[in-house]
């Protein structure tokens, strides 16, 4: 009997199950939220810099945007770290032990 997990190993594991069930889907949708997180961030961050720069304005709202920006690249290069790295993680996964944890999560709770 396995003690008992965090809401968050649970989470985890349901997670990395998926992904090794579906590595092929999972990682496009992982790709995909790179390159929409990278795009939004870059066209925060340019118009949050270029419109204070541009009018000279030290509106805190530009400054809100351009640190939008900046979180969302830097998200997206989170993201595209995990994908790159995926193959190489992939080899050293036991993929049954992963799928029977999961398995025997139970559900999360929703008070939890």
Same mark, same amino acid.
């Given at each position: @009997?396995?003690?008992?997990?965090?809401?968050? /190993?649970?989470?985890?594991?349901? %997670?990395?199950?998926?992904? &090794?069930?579906? %590595?092929?889907?999972?990682?496009?949708? !992982?790709?995909?939220?790179?390159?929409?997180?990278?795009?939004?961030?870059?066209?925060?961050?340019? &118009?949050?810099?270029?419109?204070?720069?541009?009018?000279?304005?030290?509106?805190?709202?530009?400054? &809100?945007?351009?640190?939008?920006?900046?979180?969302?690249?830097?998200?997206? @290069? @989170? !993201?595209?770290?995990?994908?790159?790295?995926?193959?190489?993680?992939?080899?050293?996964?036991?993929?049954?032990?992963?799928?029977?944890?999961? /398995?025997?999560?139970?559900?999360?709770?929703?008070? %939890?």
């Amino acid at each position: @009997m396995h003690p008992a997990k965090s809401r968050f /190993e649970r989470r985890f594991l349901r %997670e990395l199950a998926r992904l &090794v069930d579906d %590595e092929e889907g999972t990682l496009r949708r !992982y790709s995909l939220i790179t390159w929409g997180l990278a795009i939004a961030g870059g066209i925060f961050l340019a &118009v949050g810099i270029f419109t204070a720069a541009a009018a000279g304005s030290r509106l805190f709202w530009l400054v &809100v945007l351009a640190a939008l920006g900046g979180f969302s690249c830097g998200f997206g @290069m @989170m !993201y595209s770290s995990a994908v790159q790295q995926w193959p190489i993680l992939r080899r050293y996964i036991n993929t049954q032990l992963v799928r029977d944890d999961a /398995e025997q999560t139970q559900p999360l709770p929703l008070s %939890e």
